[in-house]
């Protein structure tokens, strides 16, 4: 599928050629969350096309592997240890970047976790945990990142949200809540910072395979029952890394993929009712497994 969207735009003229690296060439771009699953796909990614790279991630150690063996693969890639719900912390990143490059062409705002449950079931605890990381790392790095292409006169701003993002899902509350947020404050972004030279662009990609699902906790009920309630197939995470680079490079706002995403969508857009019967029923399928008294 990816590669007969970049045939068709070959055809139209909208990308020079399918590995768009021409793009990215030698651009030099950050990443959040970078050292593990879509981050790293990203990375590898843009590596792949001549991009220079900086992996922010909290977990420093990880990043630095992670930079290594991008570089051991022929890639320019530095690490930085970052904790995105520190604005100081992203901002220093940013300045570091800039102090070692001169310039900053793409701000990945990618970092995010997730939690499971119904919302009576979580605390508050773990939606500022979530809202902090997922919604305000990426406020901070957006703002920050803007605040540097204006001066620039350049630069594109991506933020990772999903497809989630895009219409209300059941005992997976505040992560929803929280990439539709993001969705958004780019839509908004992208109108004000049109007439600067600066775009921007929110990816929703659908379920990915990458060790993000593994670790989400599952509050209320066994991980493994909870995740065989979605009978969704996963796509990779170097599929969901190309899918995001294609709309980058054609500029798209909004980046959804796969197919089924486009089609939940439309769905809800057209009959929200249809889309409200189905969390019901998924509800009452979640309830059968969870384990919390009432």
Known sequence: MYKIMCDRLKKIGLCADMDHKAMFSEKIAIVT?????????????????????????IDGQKAEAAALALRAEGGQAEAYAVDVRDSNAIQAMIQTTLKTHGTLDYMFNNA???????????????????????????????KLAYDVFLKQGHGHIVNIASGYGLLSSVFNTPYAASKSAIVRLSESLRAEAADFNINVSVACPGAVKTDFLEKIPVIGADAKQAFALTDIKLI???????????????????????????????????????????????????????????
Not at 117 to 139: A, K, Q
Not at 241 to 269: E, S
């Open 236 to 294: 990779t995470a170097d599929e969901c890394a190309d899918h995001v680079l294609l709309g980058v490079c054609t500029n798209q706002f909004m980046i959804t993929f796969p197919f089924y995403v486009k089609v939940l969508h439309w769905l809800y857009r057209l009959c929200p009712t249809k889309v409200f019967k189905l969390n019901l029923k998924r509800i009452r399928q979640y309830r059968k497994i969870r384990t919390l008294p009432n």
């Open 112 to 142: 995010g976790i997730g939690v499971l449950g119904e919302i009576r079931d979580l605390s508050l605890e773990h939606w500022r945990s979530l809202i902090d990381i997922n919604l305000m790392g990426t406020v901070y790095g957006t």
């Open 33 to 57: 969350g970078g050292a593990s699953g879509i981050g790293y796909a990203l990375c590898q990614a843009l590596c792949k096309r001549n991009a220079v790279v900086v992996i922010g991630d």
